[in-house]
């Protein structure tokens, strides 16, 4: 038998939700007539509320603060969504605080974290997860870093695919230069020897690692690492445009682009076709992440999937443990997967 | 010369963002001879915290809570992203409470917006934004209508995208009917006779609208709406590519397909490359919202934009006057606009 909510109850009281959650509350007065019905119908059915309206009961905050910094980056959502399906069993629910500047100004974005850090702790959330800005910077500035450690020392902070150093916060981080090596041994493995690598930033730490993935694999394989075909600075599907306008431009061309997330893969795959070339035949594209739309393309892209929902679902236990005084591992990472679609094969004989 | 920042003031008296936010605030303790430091450098350049660091200060709330259905849903990272920007300005910063059911289970998904709008007004929030969920049912059931109409009485409580009947609610909303209008009039012009509509669900508002929208168009037009082109309940890629499997089977084609959202039109897409089709030269599809990824394909999508930012950047003004007292109008109707990209063209001659 399904088990009865707060729904059923309301239902069957003939009151809204919210007025059984006022009983259950206690928070505001309800009609005598009307309490006792709903109280009547919470006996008969030997209702539990679910943990969440528990924590509303018990008066705890409940709630965790997610900073993140641009939600309209389909990576994010995936992500939320994986934490909030199991912080939701937990009896949490999430306030989402996004530092994105409208000017891509990134000092701003920076001070648009530190208020929120500030504004979280002052609302005595149970816990703060902290997603992308100054987190992914390889080196970060020596406020930046202190002020994370100033909050994590009043309340757990979390941080998803990044890290503060020396902080000593706990991470729960995708294995990003395993990835790129998943990536570049794919493209090896096909026959590829021509292999380019574009986008990411140089500052952030993600480029940095995903980079330090290809270069290994490649020299593991004897290949040559060509500084024209390495193309930073950019992770936008304009961006990805560009990347491939350049590699086109080059009298030797690769045969395949590995590129550093899916948006700038798509880029280079609309690039590509408006030169007519073919996808797969005449050029390999792989993408990383693995957002919905990887697989919405024609054809439809390989990636690394970063299994955000994991890396989400994770995040969320080990914050539990830690609001719950649970000892945890500082890093734990989760393994990225290759995706094998239809914008990688063989590369054309020549 | 760029305004002085939290930041700036920061970097000059060497301490974090933190101290100098708890300096204005007054929040925590700061050492003396810092406390000095930093407000001898205010006083310096007469710096003017912002808004939202004023709003810190004065200890108001500044917040605003956000309920929507599922943030993975690409369209409403897009008005989220046009509400904030303007929200900030005025000070505001706001909460996101996203209600998508893992199993999505209506009734699950209602329970949390209920329990969400209790947290909220009892975080004392500024105001409210209710998109999704219930405010998109045709004809919600009188518990949901009511629990929102309570929370309403006691503060702001403002409607994207949808309506809560007789509640007298402000609300910010596409003008569903015109947009659905626009697309049909484009393919219309462009010589299609014979035009499917797919997509959405028949118990919520904008699939009836927009459905109202086109079969208006075509009997204007003295067209035939044909029965076996109407397809409905989906509004996912897979939908879409059920949807024009269906189509293609039937002994009498359409040569267009009007899709009640981008995804639909990706899924329709598919369907049709996959077929040997070529788009638009066999087939026109025309989406609707306006997604990212509307631009991103193979060929681009021609959509109907929703203005999703324009929706979420007006909705931030309306509330503000409703959370200042001042007076709003019941409904504010933002017009879509045609986006002509690829994916439209005249019909072959036959």
């Known amino acids: 038998m399904k088990s009865v909510t ?50 509303l009961i018990k008066k705890e905050t409940g709630m965790i603060g997610i ?3 641009d939600i309209t980056n389909p990576f994010f959502p995936e992500v939320l969504s994986g934490f909030d399906q199991e912080a939701r069993k937990k009896g949490y629910t999430y306030f989402l605080c996004d530092t994105v500047s409208a000017n891509a100004d990134d000092a701003e ?43 994590g020392k009043r309340l757990p902070v979390l941080l998803i695919n990044g890290r503060i150093p020396g902080a000593g ?7 990003e230069r395993f990835g790129a090596e998943l990536a570049t041994t794919h493209l090896i493995e096909l026959g590829h020897r021509k292999i380019a690598l574009v986008g990411g930033y140089r500052h952030m ?61 798509i880029g280079v795959l609309k690039a590509a076709v408006k030169a007519g070339l073919k996808v797969p035949q005449d050029m390999s594209i792989i993408g990383y992440d693995d957002i919905p739309f990887a697989s919405y393309s024609i054809p439809e892209l390989t990636t690394v999937s970063l299994r955000a929902h994991d890396l989400g679902r994770t995040a969320a236990e080990i914050l539990h443990k830690m609001i719950t005084k649970s000892k945890v591992p500082k890093t734990t990472l989760i393994k990225p997967e290759l995706v094998i679609r239809e914008s990688t094969g063989a590369p054309a004989p020549h």
């Open 67 to 69: 900073i993140l910094p």
């Open 109 to 151: 974005q920076y001070v648009r974290e530190s208020q929120y850090l500030n504004v979280l702790a002052e609302k005595q959330v149970d816990g703060i997860v902290m997603l992308g800005g100054r987190i992914d910077l390889a080196k970060p500035g020596k406020e930046l870093v202190e002020e994370v450690v100033d909050v």
């Open 205 to 265: 730490s993600n480029t940095v690692q995903r980079t330090a993935g290809f270069t290994k694999t490649m020299e593991r394989y004897g290949l040559e690492v060509r500084k024209e075909w390495l193309l930073h600075d950019g992770f936008s599907v304009d961006s990805g445009t560009a990347f491939m306008d350049r590699l086109l431009r080059l009298p030797d061309r690769p045969t395949a682009v590995f590129c550093l997330n899916d948006l700038v893969a």
């Open 169 to 175: 916060l706990p991470a729960v981080a995708s294995d």
């Open 6 to 55: 707060v729904y059923d109850i309301a239902k069957e009281a003939n009151v809204s939700v919210a007025t059984v959650s006022r009983v259950l509350n206690n928070t505001a007065p309800v009609k005598k007539e009307t309490r006792e019905r709903v109280k009547e119908l919470i006996d008969k059915y030997q209702f539990q509320p679910n943990a969440l309206a528990r924590s």
